[in-house]
């Protein structure tokens, strides 16, 4: 979730890390689900300013090899997505720029929190995998056995995983989201060299990670 990255047509590309509000780290995730053929789902909002709540769903399995070639930098990824938004006079209705991409916005929600929280319990509703949530103060997910290092918690083929943006959840969304996941986890074997807290990583590294796990 991208709490405070709004997604619109004037988003400046030669600007994505400051003008764009780190919408580059959004870019460098889509790239890397593409990549892995991963499903990703990223919520973005400006905290309930001018924009409104936006969404971009990815299914990797779906992408014409022709349109991943096409995208093969986070620089690209944001001109696709910007170019689609101004095609579709900013974003009015849903808009599907190619199979296996979707941008849509909640015109009913008054915040990016309300629209994830909400899709997040609907999807526990409907499905009988687990909801894990990624967070740096986790119980570390993997163990290392004979050199090898492997998942330990719950099936990786049957979860589905939330983690934030570059800032992390702010405490009322994490609050929320404490009561809906199933367990909360880090990419991690434990702390090291005595740290409080595990290794933070890249939301681009997360899912490259988790797409290899798998």
């Known amino acids: 979730m991208f709490p405070t990255t709004p997604l619109h047509a004037r988003i400046p590309v030669k600007a994505l890390t400051s003008q764009g509000n780190r919408f580059d780290v959004a870019c460098r995730m889509i790239k890397t689900a593409l990549n892995y053929r991963a499903r990703l789902v990223l919520f973005f909002g400006d905290q309930g300013k001018k924009y409104g709540v936006s969404r971009i769903s990815v299914d990797g399995t779906k992408i014409d090899d022709g349109i991943n070639n096409r995208l093969n930098s986070e620089l690209h990824v944001a001109r696709f997505i910007i170019d689609a938004i101004t095609s579709n006079d900013g974003l009015c209705d849903p808009c ?13 929600m ?11 319990q609907d999807f526990k509703e409907r499905s009988a995998m687990k909801v894990i949530l990624l967070h740096e103060d986790g119980i570390p997910a993997l163990v290392t056995e004979q050199g090898r290092i492997r998942w330990s918690r719950h099936d990786i083929h049957d979860s589905i995983f939330v983690l934030g943006d570059h800032l992390g959840f702010r405490l009322p969304v994490e609050n929320k989201l404490k009561e809906i996941v199933d367990d909360i986890l880090c990419i991690s074997t434990g ?13 681009s590294h997360v899912i490259a990670f988790i797409s290899m796990m798998r």
Not at 96 to 108: D, L
Request: proline fraction near 5%; charge should be negative; hydrophobic fraction near 30%.
């Open 96 to 108: 599907m720029p190619c199979v296996g991409i979707t941008i849509e916005t909640y015109h009913e």
């Open 110 to 120: 008054d915040s990016e929190t309300d629209s994830f929280i909400q899709e997040l």
């Open 191 to 203: 702390p090291l060299n005595g740290a409080k807290n595990n290794i933070s990583y890249l939301g």
